[in-house]
Structure formats: C-alpha cells, structure tokens
C-alpha cells in the first residue's frame, strides 16, 4: 500500500497549482484523505481533509483560496491551490486513513511529500 503525491513545484504569489495523491494497493476503502504541510522549522500541520461522507475540513489560512476533492473510483484526492503565498511555501504531505482487504479497522498513511515553493 502506498500514497504517491504529485503535482508540487514553484510558482509565483497568486499562482496556482494542483496537488494530486493516488492511493494504491490492496484497499477496500478510504475513510478520510487529505493534506498536510510542513514548512522548515515548523510542525506538520493540517491543511484540508476530506471524509468518506462527503464534508471537507479545511484550515483557516487556506479557506477560500485551496479546494480539495476526491475521486472515490480513483482512489484519488486532489488539492487545488489558488492566489499561493510565500507563506504557503513547505512540504505537502498526502494522508489517508485506509481500510485494507482482509485486515481489520482502519491503518493509517502518509504520501512521500511533495515540494511547494511560492517565490517572485
């Protein structure tokens, strides 16, 4: 089982860019997906989630500017990323909480992280 991330990169202030995670391997179902970030020096903190039922999570600083959604089929959650700031600046992690096949509860997992950098 894996998270591959993709989509990260630099772009300018008030850029855009969409960050993409595909969950694979032997999956019955995802509960919650979503991003994390982490920028140098700081903690690992949430950015949105969304749950098996359809409500989405999303922190304060990124309201408004970032949409995340998923494809259920696709095991796929997207993050789309518009008006970047410097301060959007980290690493972007790819969580999901996965129910496997033949294993019990829910196992949780982290992406590989992938690089967003906003800079003029």
């Known amino acids: 089982v894996q998270l591959q991330a993709s989509g990260g990169g630099l772009v300018q202030p008030g850029g855009s860019l969409r960050l993409s995670c595909v969950a694979s391997?032997?999956?019955?179902?995802?509960?919650?997906m979503g991003w994390y970030r982490q920028a140098p020096g700081k903690q690992r903190e949430l950015v949105a989630i969304?749950?098996?039922?359809?409500?989405?999570v999303y922190a304060d600083f990124v309201k408004d500017r970032f949409t995340i959604s998923r494809d259920n089929a696709k095991n796929t959650v997207n993050l789309q990323m518009d008006s970047l700031k410097p301060e959007d600046t980290a690493v972007y992690y790819c969580?999901?909480?996965?129910?496997?096949?033949?294993?019990?509860?829910?196992?949780?997992?982290w992406g590989q992280g992938t690089q967003v950098t906003v800079s003029s």
């Open positions: 969304s749950t098996s039922g359809g409500s989405t």
């Open positions: 969580n999901a909480d996965l129910r496997l096949v033949g294993r019990l509860g829910v196992t949780n997992y």
């Open positions: 391997g032997r999956i019955a179902s995802i509960d919650a």
